[in-house]
């Protein structure tokens, strides 16, 4: 009930293509869903982060679309660019504890 | 502003070594965490602080033990080190609404 599922593994699109990353979860007490961007060598970064009160949440060619009925979320990258090759981690957290439960990442390598 | 530092980038122990991963936080964050990065398997959680004296085991406890030194630092021991402990280790803090920081790593090797 703990677990995170994301998909696909891997991504490949072109530039100027519309990149999606799907995140499933069980846990209904979780309650805060972030997603993260890891360049190679590097710590993750902070991407967008949704709570379950909203639907979507836009941060400039980032979209986070959540499900709460169907406890899905996903990443919508628009207008993906090759600077936005990296890999990608949704996560989730129940209220207060802040202790993240990540998915197992997307490889995204977008093609000039 | 640093955010967190993590020290070694790199080590490679012998089986059966002990070492001391250190963590260090100039955000005045309370919570701070250890986790690993393995292919396939995303991060998960080793231990964490959740305010300065307080530590608890998180995913993937066995094998490692933490000292919240002071609120800026958190350090993650292996006391004997194994192969299975080749990975790469992540610290990071977090602020009141739960977004992470995360250091830039120390690459683990166990031979």
């Known amino acids: 009930q703990q677990q995170v599922k994301q998909s696909p593994q891997s991504l490949i699109v072109q530039k100027g293509g519309i990149s999606i990353i799907n995140c499933a979860y069980e846990?209904?007490?979780?309650?805060?869903f972030p997603w993260y961007q890891q360049f190679p060598g590097k710590g993750p970064a902070l991407l967008i982060a949704?709570?379950?009160?909203?639907s979507e949440k836009k941060e400039g060619r980032f979209t986070i679309s959540f499900n709460k009925s169907a406890k899905q979320f996903s990443l919508h990258i628009m207008d993906s660019q090759p600077g936005d090759s990296a890999t990608y981690f949704c996560?989730?957290?129940?209220?207060?504890?802040?202790?993240?439960?990540f998915g197992t990442g997307t490889r995204l390598k977008v093609l000039a | 502003n640093a955010g967190v530092t993590q020290t070694p980038k790199f080590q490679v122990l012998k089986t059966g070594q002990s070492m001391t991963l250190q963590c260090a936080q100039d955000?005045?964050?309370?919570?701070m965490y250890w986790y690993r990065q393995d292919p396939g398997m995303g991060l998960r959680l080793i231990y964490y602080?959740?305010?300065?004296?307080?530590?608890d085991k998180g995913e993937v406890p066995n094998g490692y033990n933490v000292s919240r030194l002071n609120k800026r630092e958190f350090s993650l021991r292996l006391e004997s080190a194994a192969p299975s402990q080749t990975s790469v280790y992540f610290c990071a803090s977090s602020n009141p609404i739960g977004g992470y920081t995360f250091g830039s790593g120390t690459r683990l090797t166990v031979v």
């Open positions: 846990n209904t007490a979780f309650d805060y």
């Open positions: 949704i709570r379950p009160d909203v």
């Open positions: 996560a989730a957290s129940a209220s207060g504890t802040y202790k993240y439960i």
């Open positions: 602080s959740a305010s300065e004296g307080t530590t």
């Open positions: 955000m005045n964050h309370n919570s």
